[in-house]
């Protein structure tokens, strides 16, 4: 299935830690270069497979416009702001794929690996992550907050894949039972990521089976 080895021994390296990151200390992300505290001015993008490369970005103030306008008029739900998540973060992957060079990711993995500019769940998972930190920071979250990035699979029950997460809240303090995958893994750069509930996720949802999607 894989042409290029010695990207998949990074992938698993990567994914191991990523996997241990998880279970001991899931607030800290698979590198030491990758900002944790990430704001509109100071944010990193992973990619490369198991986010080889971290490159230190910003945008500018018409970059973030494009994004923040996904969240007007204020959603009235946490289902309509689910919606304006999947949104932002297709913006997100387009301005960054220009910035990147990663505009011709394909969606998965398997097929493309080793091309230029593709990512695989680790760089996803992560990226995702930090769009979502970034939403929060900018107050653009009413119904959600982020969660630390999730794996399943660990290889025995399957494929181990990562995706970013997040938590519908009730309110400001308070957290629903209610917990969504947020996995742009799935599509192309630039496409919708597919916001799932965390339970179906992990019992290993693809997007053949997705009834949000037509």
Same mark, same amino acid.
């Not at 990147?100 to 769940?121: I, N, P, V």
């Given at each position: ?6 990207? @998949?021994? %990074? ?16 607030? #800290? %992300? @698979? ?16 990619? /490369? ?8 970005? =910003? ?25 304006? #998540? /999947? ?44 769009? $979502?930190?970034? $939403? ?13 990035? #999730? ?5 025995? %029950? ?13 309110? !400001? ?7 969504? !995958? @947020?996995? =742009?893994? %799935? ?11 965390? =339970? ?11 009834? =949000?999607?037509?």
């Amino acid at each position: 299935m894989y042409r290029d080895h010695h990207s @998949v021994f %990074f992938y698993l390296s990567a994914l191991l830690l990523l996997l241990t990151t998880n279970i001991t200390q899931a607030d #800290v %992300f @698979v590198k030491d270069e990758i900002i944790t505290e990430p704001d509109i001015n100071h944010f990193s993008m992973c990619h /490369a497979h198991g986010c080889k490369e971290v490159e230190q970005l =910003s945008l500018t103030p018409i970059e973030w416009q494009k994004i923040k306008q996904h969240f007007l008029p204020t959603a009235h739900s946490a289902e309509a702001e689910r919606i304006q #998540v /999947a949104n932002a973060i297709a913006e997100f992957e387009q301005i960054i794929g220009i910035k990147t060079d990663t505009t011709h990711d394909k969606a998965g993995l398997f097929e493309s690996m080793g091309s230029y500019g593709q990512l695989d769940c680790i760089d996803e998972s992560t990226n995702t992550t930090t769009y $979502l930190l970034i $939403l929060e920071k900018q107050g653009l979250l009413k119904w959600h907050q982020p969660m630390d990035h #999730v794996t399943r699979g660990f290889f025995l %029950f399957g494929w181990p894949h990562s995706s970013g997460a997040m938590r519908e809240m009730t309110s !400001a303090d308070n957290a629903s039972e209610s917990e969504f !995958a @947020v996995d =742009s893994w %799935f599509e192309d750069n630039g496409k919708r990521p597919h916001i799932i509930p965390l =339970s179906q996720w992990r019992s290993g949802w693809t997007p053949e089976n997705d009834p =949000s999607r037509p």
